[in-house]
Each structure stands twice: as structure tokens, then as C-alpha cells.
């Protein structure tokens, strides 16, 4: 760590910023593009004093020195950026340097000198004038003033305009970081992970890497820097915090919006993001902006806003262990507490979910939902959720779905009790949403409905029963399509279907029974996921009258005939390129 000594006006080196930890003053401010005076150039003051920076230098020492300080720090100049060593040094010990410093003079070049005010001018407008400095809007300067313990704030002239106690109200206000925050009063790292974000959410850097690298402090993370990673810095920002607290409001983040073909965002800052308009994401946030809303969030119950479980980083995703999710059916969606609410509010918040296979994506993120107290809930031993989603991805994953449209499980139609008793493949499956997803590849997906046919909607005893094995053929997506996919053939295979007889007049058991036995009478398609080659050639010889359906194309409905019930099918590939498959059955 350098530092100005005052008395000399040259740079000393310490091998530790707790050598001389109280014993200097350090600056913040906002920097002027190549005007400020670097680590190289301030050794050659003649030069130096022809930068605007040089006055923030001198006045800065000459401060230090009359409060009876012996050194002073200034980003410019005592961090040599030439060095990548020493640079990432100075940003991951950057909120320690403030914390460490006797005083933080900030010098606010945009605001009025106090001489110059003239006419109308009263302390309202001027305590305006205050909250819109440059200042409140960068990056860099939140942990600055967060991390310090002592803040004297000067206008444009250097002169004082008034500290971080007397003007509490004003910071507090135009930051919205709570008073107990700026007082040290209320640990920083008490506060949930969502309010500390929301105060960078509407603060800019020159870099966008920076706009992670000025919170590690308010984090308390470190690091490497990788400076050209772009985004991919706020996403392992947000690993890190992962990797060191439990608490879910890192997630209580919301996408941006498109509405009637206009734009709605948190905040007011025109959003950057590549993942605007999207409609499946990953549960971590692209940029602080998506935090905006979210600055009076509180843990539930006033209590630990920590997560009783489990959660870590895999290559799958964010694991979540022990997790109960809510269901709602009506929206085929699944929803996950955050244990965290809003001010006015003691309902915890919750984030929407959607199945793609063995992994959960998150839908709807431009909304956060209230936790449904009562609601059916699933228990989870085990939970993925992808943490970023590509907007190609999204758009692929959202076209990989089909649909299966059978009557709710256990209701009557015609005194028919129609039951999906098995599926294939079981991980691709969403009980909830009665849907697979295909994934990017084309697929074989297979369905074991059973059928009974009772006397009366009073009867529980079935006078007949069938058994369908409904089996789906998705093609593969089409090239630069967004997984858009044109083709869907459906095929039904009933065990009781005709039998072709022999010579003797004798019905001989198909092919398709003798091979799918255990398929047929068990409440399990395990057996199938061995069987998809001989399936594909009951397919296409349709053999032994096992095969009574056949779509042949992707949008022919048609019907079978079994010896009880009428199964009708339709198979569709929708205009956007979705799946759907409806199924009903006739008595």
C-alpha cells in the first residue's frame, strides 16, 4: 500500500494497509476522464500539476496535514496500475482502505460553491443540488462511504459542506441505505444480500466488470479480477456470495419487462441486459439493475433471513437439499420461498418454477409471487436449478416441451376413470405440468394410460378395463431455429387390441405383448427404456395388430377403437413450434 506523506509530499510503501491503519486520511470523489494525475506521473510533479486532478491531490494532503495527520491516500495516484498484482490487491482491500482511514473527505465537484449562491437560493434547493451530485450515482463510491467511518463531504470550492452524521437524513435518503448502516450501528452484513444490491442497482462504472468489483467490500468477497470477462463478473459475484451465505434473497431479483411493446424496468435506467423479453431464466441475475426494487426487504419473522438447508454450486446448477416447493396447477408452475418479505408485508416471497427434465429453470422473473400458506406443497430431497439461461436457450428450452392433454387424474367422463399409471422417461417428466421436456434432440417418450369403464358414476367396481401405451416421436429441432422442431407422430399400442389368428382359427399373442409384458402389466416403463429399439420396429411393421394408431403426420387427429373405449388422439405441432398432445377417452 503507498501513501502520501504530508509532511514530504512522497509516496511510501507499506507491506500492509494495518501498518498505519488511523493514521491517515484517504479521498473519495468521482474521477474526470485523463485528468487525473497517475501512480507514474505524480512522481514528476512539474507535469503532474498541469492535470485538474492535482488539486484534488494537494488539497487532500494539505487537509490530512492541518488535522494532524501523517498520510493520505488517493486511488490516482497510490495504486500502481501498471501492475496487475498490485491493482487486484488494492480493489479487494479497497473497502478495508476506507474502513481503515481516520477520516473520508469527499469532494463533490458538481456541487455549488456556498459564495456562488445567489438570489432564490435556500438550503432546500441547495440539499437538492446535494442528492443529485455525480457522486450518489457511481459505482465505485458506495463502499466508500459505507466502509468509512468519519465522511466529510466538500462542494466544488473544497469547502465544507458537512459530515456523514449531519447529514444522515439526506444520504440515507438519496442512497437508501438505512440510517443504521451509516451509523455502524447495524452490521453490514445483517442486511439481506437483495438490499445491498439495490443499492448499486441505479450506480454506473466506466467498466462493466467494476459494477462487481466495487461491491466486493460490501460483500466481504474476494476475487480474481479478469477485466474483459464483462457480465461473467457479476455472475461469479454472485457464486461467491453462494459459496459463503445462506441467505435466499440473493434469488428476489426481477428480469426486465416488455409490455405492449414498450419497456418496463426496475428503476429508471436504461437496461443493457441480453436478456431482455426473456421467458425462461437461471436463478442468478444478470446486472445489479434487476435488484432495484428490492431495498425493504426484510428476513421473515425479523429473524435470520438464512435458508434451514443447504445450497450449493454444482455443474448441474445451484443444489438445493431439503427443499418444500408449492404447487400451482392452475399455472402448471412450481414455487420456491425465499425467506424474505417486504416492509409492509409479513408473507415471504417466492419465485415461480418450471421442470425442463432433471433441472428447474426459473419462469416469470419479471414478477416475484407471495407464498401460498396452505397451498399443496412437494418435498424435495433434492433440487437443481440452472444458474444462467442463454436467451437462445430459453427460446429452445420453451419450444421442447410437449404438452400431454389427458382429463385430471381421477375424473369422470362418461363413467370412464382415466389414469396416467407410468411414464418413460421418468426424469424428463413434470407430474404437475403433465408435460415432458425433449430436450435438444429428438425424442421418444412413452405414456401407460389405464382405462376403467364402470356400471355407474356411483360404481366404484369397473366392468371392463383397457390399458394404452401411448408412445410420442418428436424430430429433432430445426438448424437456427430457437429449437423450433416440425415434426410430432403419435403412435397407440393396446395389448387388447385384434389378435391375427392362425390356421387353427387360434388368436396368437402379438409380438408387441410378448415383448413389452412387463411394460403392459406393470406400473413401470423401466423395461421400455431397453426396449426402444424393438419398439421403433413395432413401429414401422406394425406388427400383430399391437399397433392401432398411427398419426403419420404431425397434425392428423384421429381416433382408435379398443374393446371397451374410444381413444381419441391429436398430435400438433403448434404455430410457434410447440409440442401438443391431446388424449382423451370416449366410453
Request: net charge neutral; aromatic share 10%.
Amino acid at each position: 500500500m503507498y501513501l502520501i506523506n504530508t509532511d514530504t509530499f512522497e509516496l511510501e510503501h507499506f507491506s500492509t494497509h494495518t501498518e498505519q491503519k488511523d493514521a491517515y486520511a484517504i479521498l473519495s470523489h468521482t474521477w474526470v476522464d485523463k485528468e487525473e494525475v497517475t501512480y507514474e506521473e505524480f512522481k514528476n510533479e512539474e507535469s503532474a500539476k498541469k492535470k485538474k486532478g492535482w488539486t484534488k491531490i494537494s488539497s487532500t494532503v494539505q487537509m490530512a496535514r492541518k488535522n494532524g495527520l501523517k498520510y493520505a491516500w488517493v486511488d490516482t495516484c497510490c495504486i500502481d496500475k501498471s501492475s496487475s498484482a498490485e491493482l487486484s490487491e488494492a480493489i479487494n482491500s479497497m473497502f478495508q482502505y476506507y474502513e481503515d482511514a481516520r477520516v473520508c473527505y469527499v469532494y463533490l465537484s458538481d456541487l455549488q460553491k456556498v459564495r456562488n449562491m445567489k438570489g432564490p437560493e435556500t438550503a432546500k434547493s441547495r440539499s437538492a443540488s446535494f442528492a443529485k451530485c455525480l457522486w450518489f450515482t457511481r459505482g465505485w463510491t458506495l463502499q466508500e462511504l459505507v466502509a468509512s467511518r468519519a465522511v466529510e463531504f466538500y462542494d466544488s470550492g473544497w469547502n465544507h459542506y458537512g459530515t456523514n452524521e449531519s447529514l444522515e437524513d439526506a444520504i440515507s435518503s438519496a442512497t437508501n441505505i438505512p440510517s443504521g448502516v451509516l451509523k455502524k450501528k447495524t452490521p453490514l452484513q445483517s442486511v439481506p444480500v437483495a438490499c445491498r444490491m439495490s443499492w448499486a442497482a441505479n450506480r454506473t462504472t466506466t467498466k462493466t466488470e467494476d459494477r462487481a468489483y466495487s461491491m466486493l467490500g460490501i460483500f466481504n468477497i474476494n476475487m480474481p479480477l479478469l477485466y474483459g470477462e464483462g457480465d461473467k463478473a457479476f455472475i461469479r459475484l454472485q457464486e461467491e456470495i453462494c459459496r459463503q451465505t445462506a441467505d435466499l434473497s440473493l434469488f428476489a431479483w426481477k428480469a426486465e419487462r416488455l409490455y405492449w411493446g414498450g419497456l418496463i424496468i426496475p428503476g429508471d435506467k436504461a437496461p443493457t441486459s441480453p436478456y431482455l423479453g426473456q421467458v425462461l431464466h437461471g436463478i442468478l441475475a444478470s446486472s445489479p439493475l434487476q435488484f432495484a426494487h428490492a431495498g425493504s426487504y426484510n428476513p421473515v419473522n425479523t429473524g435470520s433471513a438464512q435458508y434451514s438447508g443447504e445450497y450449493t454450486l454444482t455443474n448441474r446448477g445451484v443444489r438445493f437439499d431439503a427443499v418444500t416447493l408449492k404447487c400451482d396447477r392452475k399455472a402448471g408452475r412450481y414455487l420456491m420461498s425465499l425467506d424474505c418479505c417486504d416492509r409492509d408485508s409479513s408473507n415471504p416471497l417466492a419465485i415461480r418454477l418450471m421442470k425442463v427434465g432433471s433441472v428447474y429453470v426459473r419462469s416469470h422473473a419479471d414478477a416475484l409471487f407471495d407464498w401460498p400458506v396452505g397451498a399443496e406443497g412437494v418435498s424435495e430431497e433434492r433440487v437443481y436449478i440452472t444458474k444462467i439461461l442463454s436467451p437462445e436457450l430459453s427460446e429452445a428450452y420453451s419450444r421442447s416441451i410437449l404438452s400431454v392433454h389427458l382429463p385430471d387424474e381421477g375424473k369422470e367422463t362418461q363413467r370412464l376413470l382415466n389414469e396416467i399409471r407410468a411414464v418413460s422417461p421418468r426424469p424428463w417428466w413434470d407430474p404437475l405440468r403433465r408435460s415432458f421436456f425433449l430436450g435438444l434432440s429428438n425424442q421418444l417418450c412413452a405414456l401407460r394410460v389405464e382405462c376403467n369403464l364402470r356400471k355407474s358414476t356411483s360404481s366404484s367396481q369397473p366392468i371392463n378395463h383397457d390399458v394404452f401405451l401411448i408412445v410420442c416421436a418428436a424430430g429433432p429441432p430445426e438448424p437456427h431455429s430457437g429449437g423450433r422442431r416440425n415434426s410430432l407422430n403419435t403412435f397407440i399400442f393396446s395389448p387388447t387390441s385384434p389378435r391375427k389368428k392362425d390356421k387353427a382359427g387360434t388368436a396368437a399373442p402379438g409380438k408387441f405383448e410378448e415383448y413389452f409384458k412387463d411394460v403392459i402389466e406393470k406400473d413401470e416403463l423401466t423395461t421400455l427404456e431397453g426396449q426402444r429399439g424393438l419398439l421403433r420396429l413395432v413401429m414401422h411393421s406394425q406388427v400383430d395388430g399391437a399397433l392401432v394408431y398411427c398419426s403419420g403426420e404431425s397434425s392428423t387427429p384421429g381416433s382408435v377403437r379398443g374393446t371397451a373405449v374410444e381413444c381419441h388422439v391429436q398430435g400438433k405441432v403448434e404455430s410457434q413450434g410447440t409440442l401438443s398432445l391431446k388424449v382423451w377417452f370416449t366410453a
